[in-house]
C-alpha cells in the first residue's frame, strides 16, 4: 500500500472511530436520561401526599395539560406544568409559574376546591379545570366542547375513577389533659406538637 494511501486509510479509520464512539455515547446517554414524567415523580408524590390526593391523579393532568413540559404556554396564555391561566396562579399564591413545585402546588390547590363545588365527581371537575367552573354550572354537568370532552377522555385514559379520592392525613396528638386527639389538619397537628415540645424543654 503507497504511502499516501495508507495515511487516507488511517485518518477515514480514525474518523470512523470517533462517529462510533459519538453514537455509542448518544444511545448510553438517551438511555441513562431521565423520562420526563419521572423528572417529576418525587415531586408529584410529596404535593399529592401533603394534599390528600392521588399522583396518577397529578400526572394524567400534566400529562394532557403539558406533556411535562414547564415551560409549556398555550395561545389563551395557560403557562407551566399543570397550565395554569394568569388569575389562577395570583388567586393560588403563584409567583413562577415556570417553577414546577409553585405550579403544581397551585393546580392541586384548584384542584382541591373545584373538588368541594363538584363533589368530587371525577368529570365535572376535570371539565371545570379545562372549561371553567362557570361553564359547568351553565350547562349542568360537562359543556358541550368537543376540546373539553377530549381532555377529559385524554386525563381518564389515565386516571379512570368516576370519583377523586381524597386521602387526607390523621394527625393523632395529646392535648393538654392528656386526651388522644384525631384531627386532619396540619396546623393544629404542629401548633399541638409546639406545646408539647416547650413542657418537655
Not at 409553585?102 to 371537575?125: A, P, R, S, W
Not at 371545570?128 to 377522555?153: C, D, F, S, W
Request: hydrophobic share 35%.
Amino acid at each position: 500500500m503507497k504511502h499516501s494511501s495508507l495515511k487516507r486509510f488511517r485518518t477515514l479509520t480514525s474518523v470512523g472511530s470517533l462517529l462510533l464512539l459519538a453514537v455509542l455515547s448518544l444511545c448510553f446517554n438517551a438511555q441513562a436520561e431521565p423520562q420526563p414524567a419521572s423528572r417529576f415523580e418525587g415531586m408529584i408524590r410529596s404535593i399529592a401526599a401533603h394534599h390528600g390526593l392521588e399522583p396518577s391523579l397529578i400526572h394524567s393532568i400534566i400529562q394532557a395539560e403539558s406533556d411535562y413540559d414547564p415551560y409549556a404556554v398555550s395561545p389563551k396564555g395557560a403557562a407551566g406544568l399543570m397550565q395554569l391561566m394568569p388569575e389562577t396562579a395570583k388567586r393560588y399564591g403563584v409567583s413562577n409559574v415556570f417553577d414546577p413545585w409553585e405550579n403544581i402546588e397551585g393546580g392541586v390547590k384548584y384542584i382541591k376546591d373545584l373538588m368541594k363545588l363538584f363533589g368530587q365527581k371525577t368529570d365535572h371537575v376535570l371539565a371545570a379545570y379545562n372549561a371553567g367552573q362557570n361553564a359547568v354550572k351553565k350547562y349542568g354537568g360537562i359543556p358541550p366542547y368537543p376540546e373539553t370532552e377530549r381532555y377529559i377522555n385524554k386525563v381518564k385514559a389515565v386516571y379512570p375513577k368516576s370519583t377523586i379520592r381524597n386521602r387526607n392525613k390523621i394527625y393523632k396528638y395529646y392535648d393538654s389533659s392528656g386526651r388522644i386527639v384525631l384531627t386532619n389538619c396540619s396546623f393544629l397537628y404542629s401548633q399541638a406538637k409546639s406545646r408539647n415540645q416547650e413542657n418537655k424543654d
